[in-house]
């Protein structure tokens, strides 16, 4: 599908309230509109000063069990699946405002901050769009997980996962970028986690705020879940999502083909850095369409 040319931002503020995943905390999250050539940021409202962090991958502090951003003392956390919505949106700009250190994690998926941000509305900017053009294929390897970047005419993602457990085993997705499909295929794929590891987290400070609505739960077997699984390959959905989040951070959209084979938020934010230090497989580039010719004036109505 071919890509917005111009950049985009919501029509209008939209807000939530939810738990954090780990603090257990409960944080309000507003998006508002920004102007173009702004990019992403986040406004730690609750702190002096009310810091600002870029979304870009080089403030990235933290991929332990999330991707965490911070600058000069101030963190947000947990920040993929917004992130994810943003690129499933084309939204270049935008204020995030978070009076806490945590992302909301609301049902563990992107479904809610995409509906918020779809019943905002989207507008098109003035401004062009700059993108990330892969221009030559680049492969970081690590044991047996990898990412590879090629060349491709717009933004394709392929994540594969395997774990040894009889619900998952190994499972591929295949996303090509549109609005649609992230919004009927991607977003609504909740995070999962296996039952057995929540004391441990617990033990440890995390996990406060996980519960069956903040997740998938799965035990040797099944899924905890009364209600089960949204798809079938919901958790290989759920690990793409995330990656379009961790990507993002490349501060531009993607035109290319991202391939993830077992990666998580480190290995991902390692390959960015990779790729971004391998200026001889990327360029950057815009797609802006020519200024349309002035419209002829009818010599009837001509002064």
């Known amino acids: 599908m071919r890509l917005p040319t111009r950049q985009r931002t919501l029509c209008k503020p939209v807000s939530c309230s939810g738990v954090g995943v780990h603090s257990g905390i409960t944080v309000t999250l507003t998006v508002r509109p920004a102007p173009a050539n702004h990019g992403i940021k986040f406004i730690r409202t609750d702190l002096p000063d009310s810091p600002a962090i870029s979304a870009i991958f080089n403030m990235v502090v933290d991929t332990?069990?999330?991707?965490?951003?911070?600058?000069?003392?101030?963190i947000v956390s947990t920040i993929e699946h917004l992130m994810a919505s943003f690129v499933g949106l084309s939204i270049d700009n935008a204020v995030v405002e978070l009076d806490g250190y945590e992302m909301p994690i609301m049902d563990g998926s992107a479904a809610l901050f995409t509906a918020m941000m779809l019943d905002a509305g989207i507008r098109e900017q003035s401004a062009p769009r700059t993108f990330f053009v892969i221009t030559r294929e680049l492969v970081l390897e690590e044991n047996d997980?990898?990412?590879?970047?090629?060349p491709h005419p717009f933004f394709k993602l392929s994540s594969t996962i395997e774990f040894a457990h009889p619900l998952i085993r190994r499972q591929t997705y295949v996303f090509d970028l549109s609005e649609k499909t992230f919004a009927e295929e991607i977003c609504m794929a909740?995070?999962?986690?296996?039952?057995?590891?929540?004391?441990?987290?617990?033990?440890?400070?995390?996990?406060?705020?996980?519960?069956?609505?903040?997740?998938?739960?799965?035990?040797?077997?099944?899924?905890?879940?009364?209600?089960?699984?949204?798809?079938?390959?919901?958790f290989v959905r759920h690990k793409l999502l995330d990656c379009l989040g961790d990507f993002s951070l490349l501060g531009m959209p993607i035109i290319g083909h991202i391939e993830t084979f077992k990666s998580?938020?480190?290995?991902?934010?390692?390959?960015?850095?990779?790729?971004?230090?391998?200026?001889?497989?990327?360029?950057?580039?815009t797609f802006d369409p020519p200024p349309q010719p002035e419209p002829k004036v009818p010599k009837s109505l001509a002064i």
């Open 64 to 74: 332990s069990l999330a991707t965490v951003i911070g600058n000069e003392g101030a």
């Open 264 to 285: 998580g938020h480190a290995f991902n934010h390692a390959f960015l850095r990779e790729l971004f230090n391998r200026k001889d497989c990327w360029e950057t580039r």
């Open 190 to 234: 909740r995070t999962f986690g296996f039952f057995r590891d929540v004391d441990h987290l617990r033990r440890y400070g995390l996990a406060k705020g996980a519960s069956l609505e903040t997740g998938i739960a799965i035990d040797d077997q099944t899924v905890l879940n009364e209600e089960g699984l949204r798809f079938d390959d919901e």
């Open 145 to 150: 997980k990898f990412v590879k970047a090629s």
